[in-house]
Nanobody, 125 residues
Framework: QVQLVESGGGLVQAGGSLRLSCAAS????????MGWFRQAPGKEREFVAA????????YYADSVKGRFTISRDNAKNTVYLRMNSLKPEDTAVYYC??????????????????WGQGTQVTVSS
């Protein structure tokens, strides 16, 4: 019902910036909460940022607060993650996800119904 495709990952030096995009297709995109998660090699998937369906509420992991910004453009069926001041510990595969329940406050991965394929972000030191 919902398909998600991430893009925008790549290699960047510490202190640099990237903007990730997640293009959605299918019905009722604008009514889903959207989240970004990441998974580094050998690590569990962890929460990064989430946004409510209207865009009026956002929530961030402490590790990225003040550096990352999540936003969405429902007219374009797209959610974004602007990443500034990148650090080597930000290196991971980044996934976007959609939640029909609308969970945006401190969400868990198992709350989300649909997932993209992921995009690699590598931050060199």
């Amino acid at each position: 019902q919902v398909q998600l495709v991430e893009s925008g990952g790549g290699l960047v030096q510490a202190g640099g910036s990237l903007r990730l995009s997640c293009a959605a297709s299918g019905r009722t995109f604008s009514r889903y909460a959207m989240g970004w998660f990441r998974q580094a090699p050998g690590k569990e998937r962890e929460f990064v940022a989430a946004i409510s369906w209207s865009g009026g509420n956002t929530y961030y992991a402490d590790s990225v607060k003040g550096r990352f910004t999540i936003s969405r453009d429902n007219a374009k069926n797209t959610v974004y993650l602007r990443m500034n001041s990148l650090k080597p510990e930000d290196t991971a595969v980044y996934y976007c996800a959609a939640d029909a329940r609308g969970s945006w406050y401190d969400p868990q991965p198992n709350e989300y119904d649909y997932w993209g394929q992921g995009t690699q972000v590598t931050v060199s030191s």
